[in-house]
C-alpha cells in the first residue's frame, strides 16, 4: 500500500542506525578489554611468555602454578593465525612470459 493511502504514523528510522555506530563491536582476544588467561609452571617460563606478549603487543594474565600443566594454547592460536594464500596472476596473451624465455606468453607456455 503506498504511503499516500496510509492513515497512520510514518515510522522513522532510529537516529543510531543512520550514524553509523557498531552496536555490536567484537572485543579481539589478547586485547586490553578481554586479556588471555595462560597458565604456566615456572617463573623462567612466565619471563619467555611476557617476552612474547610484548613483541606482538598483546596483553595477558600469566598464571604460575606448579602443579597445572602448562596451558598457553591461546596464545598459539593467536601467534599461528593462517594467513590468505595468494596466487600470482597468469600473464596476459600479449605480455612477456615469466619464464624469462622473452618471448610472449601466447607463444611459450600459454599453449
Do not use: W
Amino acid at each position: 500500500m503506498s504511503k499516500f493511502f496510509y492513515k497512520g504514523r510514518i515510522e522513522k528510522k532510529p537516529k543510531h542506525e543512520s550514524f553509523g555506530y557498531n552496536t555490536e563491536r567484537a572485543v579481539k582476544d589478547g586485547s586490553q578489554e578481554h586479556p588471555l588467561n595462560l597458565m604456566v609452571q615456572t617463573a623462567e617460563r612466565a619471563a619467555e611468555v611476557e617476552a612474547i606478549l610484548q613483541a606482538n603487543e598483546l596483553h595477558a594474565d600469566v598464571v604460575i602454578d606448579a602443579d597445572q600443566p602448562e596451558d598457553i594454547m591461546a596464545l598459539e592460536i593467536i601467534l599461528n593465525k593462517p594467513v590468505t594464500t595468494v596466487f600470482e596472476k597468469t600473464p596476459n596473451r600479449n605480455d612477456p612470459c615469466s619464464c624469462g624465455s622473452g618471448k610472449k606468453y601466447k607463444k611459450c607456455c600459454g599453449k
